[in-house]
Structures are given as C-alpha cells and as structure tokens.
C-alpha cells in the first residue's frame, strides 16, 4: 500500500509537469475503485461510467492543487462522490434513480447471485438485490454516499466525515439513519429466510 501511495505521488509530480502518460497510469490504477463507487451510489452501469470520467476529468483539472500529504485514491473519492451529489442534483427533477433498472444477476452493483446459484438462490439475491436498489433510493444523497462508504467501501466514519466534509458525528449520524431505513426496507427479506 506504502509502496503504490509513493508511486502515485510520482506519477501525480510527472503529470503536474505535463507528462499524459503519468496521468492516464493513475486513471488506470484507479478507475476500477471510482467505478465500483459510483456504481454503487448510482446504480446504473452508464451513469456510473459518467462520474468516473467526470471525475477524472476534474482529478486532471484540480492537480496542481492536490496535497502531496493526502492519499491520491482518497482524494479521487472525495472528488467521485462530490461529482455523485452534482450528478443527484442534476437528475433531481428526472425519474427516480432506480426505476427503470433491470435486475442485474451477475453484475450487479452489489455483487450478489454466484455464478453457479440454484434457482431458488438466484430468485433469493435478484429479490435482495432489487430490494437494496429501493432502498438506496429512498436514502438522501449524503445517506446513500455514507452508507456505501461504510458498508461496500468498509471506510471508516472518520474517513466517510472527510470524504463528505462532515464532522463525526454527523457522518455516524448518516450513516445510522442510512442503516435504520435500509433495515426496514430488507427486514421482509430477514424474516422469510429465518
């Protein structure tokens, strides 16, 4: 981790100085990461794809002003999920986020129903699936990005506070209230399986 931190603060110094070869190796290193993050917070394949080169588009813009102190893939996070909370504000007045996704079986956001699932197992993680869908939906947009930080990313709350300019307790604050109405939109699915 140490390792690849001080290779992309190298890269981040050569791209500073004008070498495209040095950024499009940090796209490479990251794009994957900002993907699954916005996947996770948009819940569309094409949207997502959107945030990461709109977000790497804005990485390249503010570069000169990244602190060397700071993580470069944390940086980009912050930068993915401010882009997410534009893009919510922007599609505001559109269709609900997840209204017309189609269950995604084997690729999914959420990365549910195996390969070699029985049927009863493949309906069982597309029904939970489309359930989590609507249940991040119904989220705020700062509920949604805490609750994917946390609970698909594993960060920390501090690092969920930075990422989304929040002190700690309101970052555990939106979290809690993230988990509390997604335990109410997946307790159905609790007690048929008990």
């Known amino acids: 981790m140490v390792a690849m931190e001080e290779s992309d603060l190298a890269a981040v110094c050569r791209a500073r100085n004008g070498d495209a070869d040095a950024f499009r190796t940090l796209v490479e290193r990251h794009s994957r990461s900002v993907f699954r993050l916005t996947y996770r917070m948009t819940g569309n394949e094409q949207d997502a794809e959107d945030l990461v080169q709109e977000t790497f588009i804005k990485a390249f813009r503010k570069l000169k002003g990244f602190e060397e102190r700071a993580r470069f893939g944390s940086w980009l996070h912050r930068i993915a999920v401010n882009c997410f909370f534009d893009w919510k504000r922007r599609h505001r007045t559109h269709e609900q986020l997840d209204e017309n996704i189609e269950p995604r079986v084997q690729t999914g956001a959420f990365g549910f129903a195996g390969h070699k699932s029985n049927p009863d197992q493949l309906l ?67 007690s048929q399986t008990e």
């Open 124 to 190: 069982l993680s597309m029904e939970l699936q489309q359930r989590l869908e609507a249940g991040l939906s119904e989220l705020s947009t700062q509920e949604r990005a805490a609750f994917v930080l946390r609970h698909f990313e594993g960060m920390s709350i501090e690092e969920i506070g930075r990422l989304l300019d929040l002190d700690i307790s309101a970052a555990k604050h939106s979290v809690f209230r993230a988990v509390k109405k997604m335990r109410r939109v997946l307790s159905p699915m609790v």
